[in-house]
Nanobody
């Protein structure tokens, strides 16, 4: 069964850090791109970052550049999103998603989705 499972969300103070994980089951990530998206209440789903597994190329939305880092561990079939210097506006449900081959900023082009993990940045 094809499945993406996110973990690592939680409550953190502004300026803090979290690392999200996205583990794939039922397929190998080697030929896929993994995107991280987030959705805050009342807002549309937003692309945050993406990594093309085959060559490690990465993409970030401007609002997280310099603060977030996406990486992959092929042996663990897992992608990570390290989030530093978190801000209240980063509060959202974070989803990872997989699509074949290359990254895209359009969520409708992704084939598989995780269940989401809540990230709350608040003092």
């Amino acid at each position: 069964q094809v499945q993406l499972v996110e973990s690592g969300g939680g409550l953190v103070q502004p300026g803090g850090s979290l690392r999200l994980s996205c583990e794939a089951f039922g397929f190998t990530l080697d030929y896929y791109a993994i995107g991280w998206f987030r959705q805050a209440p009342g807002k549309e789903r937003e692309g945050v970052s993406c990594i093309k597994i085959s060559d490690g190329s990465t993409y970030y939305v401007d609002s997280v550049k310099g603060r977030f880092t996406i990486s992959r561990d092929k042996a663990k079939n897992t992608v990570y999103l390290l989030m530093n210097s978190l801000k209240p506006e980063d509060t959202a449900v974070y989803y990872c998603a997989a699509r074949y081959s290359y990254c895209s900023g359009y969520p409708e082009t992704y084939d598989y989705w995780g269940q989401g993990t809540q990230v709350t940045v608040s003092s």
